[in-house]
């Protein structure tokens, strides 16, 4: 679905592979036990924000996408791939330990999931390897709850802010296209 993000020649299919790769992110926190998180983002991002982007382009319905003479398609794909490939092997070679100094809302809100987070978040020097320990989940909605209404509520509102303006510029740079052909 992420390729169909990057590869779909129409902007609807991108859009509708967009969803569909948002889905599969929220079941990544249903693996991780995180059944809070996974419905926010399956309620919030695939059924709301990804419904918008959909419902915007379906209104606006460019009729021919400008496509450049050269088609940078296959290079985009052949540097992701080169780029996994090669994340993978020095994944897998050295493994993954992680420092929690300067990721400390990362910690915050993995504290759900592992006791290695929970410890990470009081001491900002801890680390923790890959995949983390697991624990029971019940503080979940709480933790992030408390951290995103307290701690985060400004970034929080800002990213609200930006969606709506880009929304709002979407419309506008499409409408002002359609009255110059017209």
């Known amino acids: ?88 092997f020095v994944v897998a070679r050295n493994g993954i330990t992680y420092n929690a100094q300067g990721f400390r809302a990362a910690a915050l809100l993995g504290a759900c999931h592992s006791q290695q987070a929970v410890h990470a ?13 697991r624990v029971n989940a019940a503080g979940n909605v709480q933790t992030v709850a408390g951290q995103l209404f307290t701690t985060f509520l400004f970034p929080f509102e800002i990213t609200s802010l930006l969606l709506l303006v880009a929304a709002i510029g979407a419309v506008y740079l499409t409408r002002r296209d359609h009255r110059r052909q017209q």
């Open 121 to 133: 978040a009081c001491d900002p020097y801890a680390t923790f390897s890959f995949p983390p320990e």
């Open 1 to 88: 679905a992420s390729l169909g993000v990057v590869l779909s020649r129409q902007t609807i299919y991108s859009a509708l592979s967009l969803v569909v790769t948002v889905g599969m992110i929220s079941v990544l926190f249903l693996l991780l036990n995180a059944q809070f998180l996974f419905a926010v983002q399956l309620i919030i991002y695939a059924g709301a924000v990804m419904v918008l982007f959909v419902f915007i382009i379906a209104l606006l319905s460019p009729d021919a996408e400008d496509r450049p003479a050269f088609d940078y398609r296959a290079i985009i794909a052949l540097i992701g791939v080169a780029a996994t490939t090669i994340l993978v």
